[in-house]
């Protein structure tokens, strides 16, 4: 089994920054790419910024220039650098990876989840 926990959410003012973390342990052969989602209240989840095992980014337009994904290998983690905050950036936060894992005498590739951080930006 593959688990993510997300830390780093709160309640922080407009234009200030915050950085989520996201580290997956487990059985874990490797990690492919990494996401960002959010889920507005009364929205639909929708993904902010995801990076690739090779280290390309890509961003959601509402994001692009204040927020950065980055990911260290070693520990199986990624982070979600915030910054010029704006209450409607205000949502929960999840981790998404695609990792491969032993399988017998394979290997398979799952989609896994974090739990969620809620991050709040007050005006």
């Known amino acids: 089994q593959v688990q993510l926990v997300e830390s780093g959410g709160g309640l922080v003012q407009a234009g200030g920054s915050l950085r989520l973390s996201c580290a997956a342990s487990?059985?874990?052969?490797?990690?492919?790419?990494m996401r960002w989602y959010r889920q507005p209240p009364g929205k639909q989840r929708e993904l902010v910024a995801g990076i690739t095992s090779g280290g390309s980014r890509n961003y959601a337009d509402s994001v692009k220039g204040r927020f950065t994904i980055s990911r260290d290998n070693a520990k199986n983690t990624v982070y979600l650098e915030m910054n010029s905050l704006k209450p409607e950036d205000t949502a929960v936060y999840y981790c998404?990876?695609?990792?491969?894992?032993?399988?017998?005498?394979?290997?398979?590739?799952?989609?896994?989840w974090g739990q969620g951080t809620q991050v709040t930006v007050s005006s």
């Open positions: 998404n990876a695609i990792v491969t894992v032993p399988s017998g005498t394979t290997r398979a590739d799952f989609m896994y």
């Open positions: 487990g059985s874990i052969f490797s990690i492919n790419t």
